[in-house]
């Protein structure tokens, strides 16, 4: 996702990720992506690990994050609120799904 933020203010490209990985596991996958970023894109790329799915909302909204990995219901927020989402997942055809809890 990608919020509105003016482009060339600053340096890096700047990449959220959700809290549910557990910190080290996205200590890891952080380090990785950053990498993997800096080679795509050409310039320095920070990844950052959100405390929680409201402060990586946050982040985008506020142009603390130029993009983030977040789950349907982060995005789904986020694009009601004028953030554009690039990918989506798609599974069967349908970008959508329905699930139930049953106790």
Request: charged content about 15%; overall charge positive.
């Given at each position: 996702m990608t919020?509105?933020?003016p482009s060339g203010?600053?340096?890096s490209f700047r990449f959220g990720l959700p809290p549910s990985l557990g910190s080290e596991t996205a200590r890891e996958r952080a380090e990785r992506l950053a990498s993997f970023?800096?080679?795509a894109l050409g310039k320095l790329v920070e990844v950052g690990v959100a405390?929680?799915?409201e402060t990586?909302?946050?982040d985008l909204?506020?142009?603390r994050a130029d993009a983030a990995w977040a789950p349907p219901f982060v995005c789904a927020r986020m694009e009601a609120m004028g953030v554009r989402v690039l990918a989506r997942g798609v599974r069967r055809g349908m970008s959508s799904y329905r699930?139930?809890?049953v106790g």
């Open positions: 919020p509105h933020v203010s600053r340096h970023l800096q080679r405390t929680s799915y990586l909302a946050k909204l506020s142009g699930s139930a809890l």
